[in-house]
C-alpha cells in the first residue's frame, strides 16, 4: 500500500504550497489538477494512502470524482478529505460520506494533524488513535 | 261646414281709424258704431286682429284665425294701396269657421291635433295650388319661428324660408309631386327669423281634381333637428372611436356574447398576420384556430383555458402574455364591453412587447454572467489566499533554511497574483466607466516585446514553452509604453498558459501604416464558437476552473488596443495553435 497523498486541485500554486509544506512532514505527495487525472493516477499506482480534494474542478469535480471512486469496491476505503473555500463544506463532506472538510484558508496545524492522523491510521498493523 | 261667406269686413285709412266695420257678425266683435274709432281702440280685446292690421298697414298681407263669442273666424288682412304705391290703410275681412256646439268640438279637436302636433314637434301643412294659398298648423309656425302676421301664406313665402342650398331641392321634389301626383318624402332646412336653421323631414301627398291635376298638396313636417344633431355627434363620435382604434399600437378585437367578431383593428390583423377580409364573418371559435398554430404549444393551451374561464366568467377582467414560435412576445389584455349595466361582449386587446421582453431576457442573462463572475474572481483569489496563509504559518513555526527559501517564493507569488487580479479588476472598472486615459509617447514595439519575453522566461520555462522574438519591420509609434507593455504581458501570458509547453514566436512587423504584433503559439487553440466570445468582458474559452484567472485577460487587451487606435483579432485552430495579431497605428493616433 502506498503512502502517497494526492493533492487534487486546480490551483497550480497552492499544489505545490500543500505538497511543500507536507513534505517538510515527511510525506509522499503528488499534485494533480482535477478529478479526471486523479482518477487516471488512481488506476494507475493503486489507491494513495489519502486524498486531499478540491470540490470545484473542471473537466470532472470532486463530487463525481467521489462518485465514480466508491463504484469500486477496493477504492471505498481511500481517506478522503474535502479542501474548499465553502464554510458549509463540512456538511457536503457528511453527504459524500468522506472523512472531513478543510476550509480555505486552510489552518496548517489542522491540515497537519488530519494528514497525519489518516495516513498514520491507514498504515497496517497501526491502531487507529483518537484526535 | 258650408261655403264660407263674409262675416265681418273692416277697412282702415292710413292712420288706422275706422271708416267702414260692416258684416253680419259685426255685433259679436262689438263693433257697431266703430267707424271713426282707431281699429287699436276698438279691437283691443283681439289683439290678433289688431297686430294683423297694423302689419298691413305697413304693407304684409296675412291670415290667422280668431274666436269671438264661442265662433271661430278666418281672418285675412290685406294693405290698401294708392296708385303710387304709398299706404292707403289697411282691410280685414273674417268667415266663420263654425260656431255653436259643432265649432267647440272642432275647436277642441283642433286644441288636441295642435297640442299632439306641439308635442311631437310635427306640423302639417296645406297649399291650394290655384290659389297660391298655403295654410300651417300653429306647430308649423313654431317650427319656422313665425306667426300668421309675418307668413304671407303663400309658396314664395315658404320657399323663402328655406335654405338657399336646399331651395333646387325643395323646388324638383314640388315639381314632381305636382307632375306625377304622387306621395313624397324629403328632407331640407329653414332659416328661422332669428337665424336659426333647422332641419325637417316632410312626408306629403297630392289631392287631385276630378280631372286629373293636382289642385292641392299636403303633408306633414316633423322637425328633426334635435335628432339630427344627435345624429351628428354620433357621427363625430364613431369617427373618433374609429381613429383612436386604428391610431393605437394595440390590437383590438371585439367580440359580442354570441361569439360573433363585432370589431377589430388593422394592427390586430398585423399582429396575428391574418390578411384582410379573412375576418369578415368569422366568428371567435375560428380566430382562436386561426391564432392557435401560431403559439408555443404551452402558451396555446394556456391561452385557451384563460378564454373557456372568461367565457364562464363574463365579469372578469383578464391579463396574461402569449408567447409565439416566432419568439414574439404579447401581452393580452380584456374586460367585459358594456351597454349601461348589461354586459355585450368582450374587448381583447394585444401588445408586442417582445423588444421589452428581449431587453429583459437579455438583462437577466447579463446579471447572471456577472454573479458568475463574481464566483469567479472569489474562487480565484481564495487560491492565492490559502498559499499565502499557509506559507506564512509554516515560517512563524519554523522551516529548514531551504524551506524558508521556497516558501518566501509561495509568498512573493501568490501576492503578485493577487495585485494581477487587483489590476485587472481596476482595469475592467475603468474600461466600463470609460475613464482609461493613455499617455502617448514614442515607442519601440520590439523593445517593449524583448522586455515583457525577458520577463515571462521564468514562467515560459516552468511551462516548457521557449519563447522567441523577431523583429520583421520596425516598428516606432506614439503609444502608452504601459498599456502596450501590459497587452504584451497579457498576450504572452495567454500563449504560455494554452501553449502545451510548445515553443512561442512573438513577431513584429510593419507596413506604411500599421504596426502588427504576431503572438503565436502551438497550444491547445480555440473552438470557432469560443472564438467569438473571447474579447467579451467574463468569457472564456474554457471551464473557469481550467485553467484559472479571471477570464477578462482578452476583453481588457481589446480595449487598450482600440483606445490606441488599433485593433485585435485571432487566427486558431483547435490542436494545432493560435496567433493573435495586434495592430497599432504607426502615425499613433489615439480614440
Known sequence: ???????????????????????????????????LAALEWIVANGPPALILLDLRMPRMSGGEFVAALRQAPAHRCIPI?????????????????????????????????????????DQPGEQLRPS | MGVLEISLLIVADATGDIVLAEGPERARFALDGAVGRSVAEACAPWPMLVDGMARAQAGHAGRGSVDAGGVGFDVRFQPRRRADGSSAGALLSAESIGGGASY????????????????????????????????????????????????????????????PEDRPRTEAVVRAALQQGEPFIYDHRVVRPDGAVRVLHTRGGAVKTEEGAVARLGGACWDVTELWEANQERDRAMSLLRASLEATADGLLVVDRGGRIAAYNQRL?????????????????????????????????ACLRRVRALQADIEAESFDSLVFRDGRFFERYSRPQRIGDEIVGRVWSYRDVTERERSFRDTQRALAVRDEFLSVVTHEVRGPIASLHLATQALRRGVPADAATKLLEVIEREGRRVAHFTDELVDLVRI?????????????????????????????????????????????????????????????????????GRPIELRVESDAR??????????????????????????????????????????????????????????????VGTTVIVELPLAGACA
Open chain 2, 432 to 500: 466600463r466607466s470609460g475613464q482609461i486615459a493613455f499617455v502617448l509617447a514614442p515607442v519601440e514595439l520590439i523593445d517593449v516585446v524583448r522586455e515583457a519575453a525577458t520577463r515571462a522566461a521564468p514562467d515560459a520555462a516552468r511551462a516548457g514553452s521557449q519563447v522567441t522574438t523577431v523583429e520583421a519591420g520596425p516598428a516606432l509609434g506614439r503609444w502608452d509604453r504601459g498599456r502596450v507593455d501590459q497587452i504584451v504581458t497579457n498576450l504572452l501570458s495567454n500563449a504560455i498558459k494554452f501553449g502545451r
Open chain 2, 514 to 575: 500599421w504596426a502588427r504584433l504576431l503572438v503565436r503559439d502551438q497550444g491547445i487553440g480555440i473552438d470557432e464558437d469560443a472564438r467569438s466570445r473571447l474579447f467579451a468582458p467574463y468569457e472564456r474559452a474554457v471551464s473557469p476552473r481550467r485553467y484559472g484567472g479571471l477570464g477578462l485577460g482578452l476583453f481588457i487587451v481589446r480595449k487598450l488596443v482600440e483606445g490606441m487606435g488599433g485593433s485585435v483579432r485571432l487566427d486558431s485552430q483547435p490542436e
Open chain 1, 81 to 121: 478529505v474535502l479542501i474548499s473555500g465553502d464554510a458549509t463544506c463540512q456538511e457536503a463532506a457528511r453527504e459524500m460520506g468522506v472523512e472531513t472538510c478543510l476550509v480555505k484558508p486552510i489552518d496548517l496545524d489542522r491540515l497537519l494533524t488530519v494528514v497525519a492522523r489518516l495516513v498514520v491510521a
Open chain 1, 1 to 35: 500500500l502506498s503512502a502517497t497523498v494526492l493533492i487534487v486541485d486546480d490551483d497550480e500554486d497552492l499544489r505545490d504550497t500543500l505538497s511543500l509544506l507536507l513534505g517538510l512532514e515527511g510525506h509522499q505527495t503528488i499534485g494533480l489538477a482535477d478529478g
Open chain 2, 104 to 163: 267647440d268640438e272642432l275647436a277642441r279637436s283642433e286644441r288636441r291635433l295642435a297640442e299632439a302636433q306641439r308635442l311631437a314637434h310635427v306640423g302639417s301643412w296645406e297649399w291650394d295650388v290655384r290659389a297660391d294659398a298655403v295654410h300651417w298648423t300653429d306647430e308649423m309656425y313654431r317650427i319656422y319661428g313665425l306667426d300668421p302676421a309675418n307668413f304671407a301664406g303663400a309658396y314664395a313665402a315658404f320657399l323663402d324660408r328655406v335654405l
Open chain 2, 269 to 301: 390583423l398585423e399582429l396575428w398576420k391574418i390578411s384582410a377580409g379573412t375576418l369578415d364573418g368569422v366568428d371567435f371559435e375560428a380566430l382562436l384556430s386561426l391564432v392557435d398554430p401560431q403559439l408555443e404549444p404551452e402558451s396555446a393551451a
